[in-house]
């Protein structure tokens, strides 16, 4: 959850992101939800992070299905 997607995709990108995205080598964005209130966007991420992988793959398949880097879309 941010406020500033496209700083933190740049963290991220530069290994300064959360411990998940480098151990993973996670630095395409392929998935990015607007909520109007910071209560619902943290709702959100907790349930997402609680979800199984193959249900989040198939959420990004339904929104992005050529897993394309979403990042020139933000900046």
Not at 19 to 48: P, S
């Amino acid at each position: 959850m941010t406020a500033n997607l496209a700083a933190r995709v740049w963290q991220h990108r530069g290994d300064e992101g959360s411990a998940h995205c480098r151990k993973y080598g996670i630095r395409t964005l392929v998935l990015a939800e607007h909520h109007d209130d910071i209560e619902t966007a943290i709702r959100r991420e907790k349930a997402l992070k609680a979800w199984r992988t193959q249900w989040k793959h198939r959420l990004i398949a339904e929104s992005n299905p050529k897993w394309r880097d979403l990042f020139d879309d933000i900046v």
